[in-house]
């Protein structure tokens, strides 16, 4: 596609209830993140998929969530048992490639973001 | 973030006045990237910065990345209403691996 497409793009949910947000990278892109931002607060990564690699998945908050990147394409970032404090836009990005290091990163774009209410 | 400190945190300014927007860290950024937020969108690129003393510019905006490489400013000169948004530095640090960290990001208000 022409950009990073998440959906839905809002989801009001219970307590208490399972999510899936979902993420179709640019077509080609190897790289994938998804961060989170909740009100007033800076970006927070959640995981990272690159190729065929393990994800990093350092930046989990619990064992309530999880991701995983079907065919080396589309994400599906899992909330179980949902909480108020879930409750945030998630935002998934994808880039050419990723990795640290001087010139290995192309720059990421990033998708409109799931703003997610947890009620 | 606490590995990147943006300042200011909020900004307003009249129109056709310029700003600046700092991004600094303690440790060295082998790639700086300024993005831009309006409410309710995703971020939208600006520039991306990697060499120590690499300035670019687009438009109004021109970024800047210190030869330490630790700390990048973004400029917007004759500000307007279309600039107003969150600006957000993000970086590649190595000791944080594949993950870009980001700032806070910083809000700015361009009055007419």
């Known amino acids: 596609g022409a950009g990073v497409s998440q959906s839905p793009s809002n989801k009001v949910t219970e307590k208490g209830k399972d999510v899936e947000l979902r993420c179709d990278p640019i077509s080609g892109h190897t790289a994938l993140y998804w961060y989170r931002q909740s009100l007033g607060q800076g970006l927070e990564f959640l995981i990272y998929?690159?190729?065929?690699?393990?994800?990093?998945k350092s930046g989990l908050p619990s064992d309530r969530f999880s991701a995983e990147r079907t065919g080396g394409s589309v994400s599906t970032l899992t909330i179980q048992r949902t909480q108020q404090e879930d409750s945030a836009v998630y935002l998934c990005a994808s880039s050419l490639e990723g990795g640290t290091g001087e010139s290995e990163r192309a720059e990421a774009f990033f998708g409109q973001g799931t703003r997610l209410t947890v009620v | 973030s606490q590995e990147l400190e943006q300042s200011p945190q909020s900004l307003i300014v009249q129109e056709g006045k310029n700003l600046t927007i700092n991004c600094t860290s303690s440790k060295t950024l082998y790639g700086l990237y300024w993005y831009k937020q309006k409410y309710g969108e995703g971020l939208i690129f600006l520039m991306m910065?990697?060499?120590?003393?690499e300035e670019k510019s687009h438009e109004k905006i021109t970024a800047k990345l210190d030869e330490k490489k630790q700390q990048s400013s973004l400029h917007i000169t004759a500000s307007q209403p279309s600039h107003a948004g969150i600006y957000l530095c993000?970086?590649?640090?190595?000791?944080?691996?594949?993950?870009?960290?980001f700032g806070a990001g910083t809000i700015l208000r361009v009055k007419s």
């Open positions: 993000g970086a590649d640090i190595l000791e944080y691996g594949n993950k870009l960290v």
């Open positions: 910065l990697q060499k120590g003393g």
């Open positions: 998929f690159q190729g065929n690699s393990a994800p990093d």
